[in-house]
């Protein structure tokens, strides 16, 4: 069974697949959910909204952002930068090693 994640916003409960939930980034109290169609604003911490969220699927990148590692296209280790499709989203340098240890790497 696939897995979801259900926000309210008003009355109504969105019910997302995690897999379309390409990365949440916090903006304030908020914090900002970006999928594959659209953005979702929802009142609560980064930190409440990571811990829903499975481990072995996504991973904190920077204090303000956490991602969904199956929608990565390129890490930027020099520049500090996680690529998600078009979007480079900062990569801080507390969570780089974590990150690189959850990937599969060839050199």
Do not use: W
Request: charged fraction near 25%; charge should be positive.
């Amino acid at each position: 069974m696939e897995k979801k994640l259900c926000i309210k916003i008003g009355k109504v409960y969105h019910c997302l697949s995690l897999k379309d939930i390409k990365y949440v980034h916090t903006e304030g109290n908020y914090s900002v959910l970006h999928t594959t169609r659209q953005q979702y604003v929802v009142k609560t911490s980064l930190s409440k909204l990571e811990k829903k969220l499975p481990y072995d699927t996504f991973c904190r990148i920077h204090r303000n952002f956490v991602i969904n590692e199956n929608a990565i296209t390129k890490i930027d280790t020099q520049n500090h930068k996680v690529y998600i499709e078009k979007n480079d989203l900062p990569l801080g340098k507390n969570y780089k090693e974590s990150l690189l240890n959850k990937m599969v790497i060839l050199s």
